[in-house]
């Protein structure tokens, strides 16, 4: 079956990095896209990329270029998103999810791991 | 502020339809497929509905999508108190060169 397991919940200083591992199982890693999305305390849900694990090829949302970076380790079928000059309003639970689609980006996501806590304060 | 609008909240009673709307533009839904999701209190959302009106394996036909010009709406027949939720439209949005995923604010739903 479809496994997408996250790193554990991080608590970082304003200012600091944060990298989320996202492990993938049970369906063929290089075959579908994977997408970032997280979630503030008591607000929805904001998309911030994508990632080709094929080709390593990404594409990020306008408002985190040049802060965040995704990347891929097909070895180990393996995503990671790492979010630089962290503030408190990136305080989030951030969330892997699966395309839906095979090879393509359509914007739907049928798996989804289970989060990881990302705590920003001083 | 959410690029695709949600009512913040619906209710109704077991058993009894409920249906949540999402509006968006001709650059998001009126131009792409949606999906809609449901979020239980502390867990990962679920896929309901993908392509307008597809559900994957395991979604009960009690769910069902439908779109129209710039606006989709998800429906639920048979209400239980398990399907109370948050729920999210989401779709594709080609208003940026590269395009991205915008998702409503999502909409609470009761049942009283």
């Known amino acids: 079956q479809v496994q997408l397991v996250q790193s554990g919940a991080e608590v970082k200083k304003p200012g600091a990095s944060v990298k989320v591992s996202c492990k993938a199982s049970g369906y063929t890693f290089i075959g579908y896209y994977m997408h970032w999305v997280r979630q503030a305390p008591g607000q929805g849900l904001e998309w911030m990329g994508w990632?080709?694990?094929?080709?390593?090829?990404?594409n990020y949302a306008q408002k985190f270029q040049g802060r965040v970076t995704m990347t891929r380790d097909t070895f180990i079928s393996t995503v990671y998103m790492e979010l630089s000059r962290l503030r408190s309003d990136d305080t989030a639970v951030y969330y892997c999810?699966?395309?839906?689609?095979?090879?393509?980006?359509?914007?739907?996501?049928?798996?989804w791991g289970q989060g990881t806590l990302v705590t920003v304060s001083s | 502020q959410s690029v695709l609008t949600q009512p913040p909240s619906v209710s109704a009673a077991p058993g009894q339809k409920v249906t949540i709307s999402c509006s968006g533009s001709?650059?998001?839904?009126?131009?792409?497929?949606v999906s809609w999701y449901q979020q239980l209190p502390g867990t990962a959302p679920k896929l309901l509905i993908y392509d307008n009106n597809k559900r994957p394996s395991g979604i009960p036909d009690r769910f069902s999508g439908s779109k129209s010009g710039t606006s989709a709406t998800l429906g639920i027949t048979g209400l239980q108190t398990g399907d109370e939720a948050d729920y999210y439209c989401g779709t594709w949005d080609s208003s940026l060169s590269a395009g991205h995923v915008v998702f409503g604010g999502g909409t609470k739903l009761t049942v009283l």
């Open positions: 999810a699966r395309e839906v689609s095979l090879d393509t980006a359509m914007g739907a996501f049928d798996y």
């Open positions: 001709s650059s998001n839904i009126g131009n792409n497929y």
């Open positions: 990632i080709n694990p094929n080709s390593g090829v990404t």
